[in-house]
C-alpha cells in the first residue's frame, strides 16, 4: 500500500505476522509526519510487532522529523511493540549522534530488519562525528 502526505511517500508493507515495513521516500514535512503519525495510530491497534522505518529515501532529516520517528518508538513500546530504523543516511546518524539519542533508536542496517533476520546486531552510530561545531557526545 502506497500513502502520501505532503512531501513525503510512505509504502506499507505488511508480513503474514506482525510486523510492518514503512518506506519512507521525499521529506518528512509537517504534512509527512502527519502521515507517518496516522499509520503508526492504525499499527497500535494490532498490539506488538517490529515496525520498521526505512529513512533511506529521506532526502534530509531534521529535529521535527526525528521526533516524529520517537514518538512513534514511545507509541509501540507502550503497546510492547518494537521500532527498526533502517538503512540511515549519514547525515541521519549524525543528527542521532549530536542529539544524545544513540542509545534511544534501534537502528538496523539497510540489508535486513531485524537481529532475528539478519543474524547480526544493530548498527552502532556511536562512533560517528558530531555536526559541525559539536564534539561526539555533546547535545547541539
Known amino acids: 500500500m502506497r500513502v502520501d502526505g505532503g ?12 510486523d510492518v515495513l514503512l518506506e519512507l521516500v521525499g521529506e518528512l514535512d509537517d504534512a509527512g509526519r502527519r502521515c507517518l503519525r496516522d499509520q503508526i495510530g492504525e499499527l497500535l491497534g494490532r498490539g506488538g510487532g ?12 531534521d529535529i521535527p522529523a526525528l521526533a516524529a520517528l520517537l ?46 533476520s539478519t543474524g547480526s546486531p544493530p548498527v552502532s552510530v556511536a562512533g560517528v562525528a558530531g555536526v559541525a561545531g559539536v564534539a561526539p557526545g555533546r547535545s547541539a
Open 71 to 116: 514518538r512513534a518508538d514511545l507509541l509501540l513500546r507502550r503497546v510492547h511493540g518494537t521500532l527498526e530504523i533502517r538503512a540511515p543516511t549519514p547525515a541521519f546518524l549524525e543528527l542521532v549522534a549530536a542529539t544524545g539519542l544513540t542509545d534511544r533508536l534501534r537502528i538496523v542496517p539497510a540489508t535486513g530488519s531485524s537481529v532475528a
Open 7 to 18: 512531501a513525503l511517500r510512505m509504502s506499507v508493507h505488511r508480513d503474514a505476522g506482525e
Open 50 to 61: 517490529t515496525v520498521t522505518v526505512d529513512v533511506g529515501g529521506l532526502r534530509q532529516i
